[in-house]
C-alpha cells in the first residue's frame, strides 16, 4: 500500500509511459494528498493496449479485488502532452484487474491543458470505478470516458475567476493565493 503526501513537481518530465508529475503508477490500495504539480508532462510511447496513461498528479492507478485508492486535496497546472489515449490532468488512467476496487478523487482541481489522441479528460482520461466528488476544471469534459462513476453535484468546469475563490469550497487543505503565485488560483496550506 502506497501513501504519497505532501510532494510537489515543478519540472517538465518526458518518458515513454505511466507518466504522472507526482507519481507513474500505483496498484494494491493507498492514497495521494495534498500534493501538487506545475510542470508539462509529456508521454512518447504507449502500452501494448496502444494507451499511455499520462496524468499531472498520477499517470495510471490499477484497483483490484476491492482494495480503494484515494487522490485526494491535489492540484495540476502543467500541461498534459501524448499523441495516445489516456490522459488527464490529475489521473491518466484507472484500471481494474479483479474485483471492484474503487477510485476516490475528493478535492482536487487541474487547469492545465490536456491533449491526446482519445479519451482525454481535464481530470480524467478513463475511470473504471470510481466517485468524484468536490473537483473542478476550467474546460470540458471532466473525464475522457467512464464505466461507473458516482459524481457529485458540486464536480464541474467552472470559470477561472471561479475557482481563484474557491479555496474554502476546497476545503481546509487550500488556501488562497495571491495574484502572483500559482496564478492565483488557490495553493495547498503547507506550501
Request: aromatic fraction near 8%.
Amino acid at each position: 500500500m502506497s501513501t504519497i503526501t505532501m510532494c510537489a513537481n515543478s519540472a517538465n518530465i518526458v518518458g515513454e509511459m505511466f507518466i504522472g508529475g507526482i507519481v507513474g503508477q500505483i496498484s494494491k490500495g493507498g492514497s495521494v494528498n495534498s500534493c501538487y504539480n506545475t510542470g508539462r508532462i509529456k508521454a512518447t510511447s504507449k502500452n501494448g493496449y496502444g494507451d499511455a496513461c499520462v496524468g499531472g498528479i498520477v499517470g495510471l492507478l490499477t484497483t483490484s479485488n476491492n482494495i480503494s485508492i484515494t487522490i485526494s486535496n491535489c492540484y495540476n497546472t502543467g500541461s498534459i502532452v501524448t499523441s495516445y489515449p489516456l490522459a488527464g490532468g490529475i489521473l491518466g488512467c484507472q484500471a481494474s484487474q479483479s474485483g471492484n476496487g474503487l477510485l476516490y478523487i475528493k478535492n482536487c482541481y487541474s487547469i492545465g491543458t490536456v491533449s491526446g489522441a482519445q479519451r482525454i479528460g481535464s481530470l480524467v482520461g478513463y475511470l473504471h470505478y470510481a466517485s468524484c466528488s468536490n473537483s473542478y476544471v476550467l474546460t470540458k469534459p471532466a473525464v475522457g470516458s467512464k464505466a461507473t462513476v458516482t459524481w457529485d453535484t458540486q464536480s464541474r468546469a467552472v470559470s477561472a475567476t471561479e475557482l481563484k475563490g474557491m479555496a474554502p469550497t476546497l476545503g481546509s487543505q487550500f488556501k488562497t493565493a495571491p495574484s502572483n503565485i500559482n496564478q492565483g488560483f488557490p495553493i495547498l496550506t503547507w506550501q
